[in-house]
Nanobody, 122 residues
Framework: VQLVESGGGLVQTGGSLRLSCAAS????????MGWYRQAPGKQRELVAG????????SYADSAKGRFTISRDNHQNTMYLQMNNLKTEDTAVYFC????????????????WGQGTQVTVQS
């Protein structure tokens, strides 16, 4: 399984970025996917998850209303559109191939990309 993130960079507060995660080595259309992030000195946290069909999404409270997760199963690619970025969004962002639990929560499996750095400066 290979997951490759791209699209990170340096942006001013209030700006936007679109992250991509290209997947190979898996049946992409059969797996749920998620975006995580890890800031320096902090634990990795779930930002957003999406089911295999792309019909159901979930977001961390910090991402609601600003971030949108989506996927293109024909392109084996997942996206994270991030708008109105804040300095606290600064982190390395990782994509993950996982599953959706019975209660609808996103559950990661041990398939991770290498991460892409997002830096938001004021």
């Amino acid at each position: 399984v290979q997951l490759v993130e791209s699209g990170g960079g340096l942006v001013q507060t209030g700006g936007s970025l679109r992250l991509s995660c290209a997947a190979s080595g898996i049946t992409f259309s059969s797996v749920a996917m998620g975006w995580y992030r890890q800031a320096p000195g902090k634990q990795r946290e779930l930002v957003a998850g999406i089911n295999s069909e792309g019909t159901s999404t979930s977001y961390a409270d910090s991402a609601k209303g600003r971030f949108t997760i989506s996927r293109d199963n024909h392109q084996n690619t997942m996206y994270l559109q991030m708008n109105n970025l804040k300095t606290e969004d600064t982190a390395v962002y990782f994509c993950n191939a996982g599953r959706v639990g019975i209660s609808g929560d996103y559950q990661p499996r041990n398939f991770w990309g290498q991460g892409t750095q997002v830096t938001v400066q004021s």
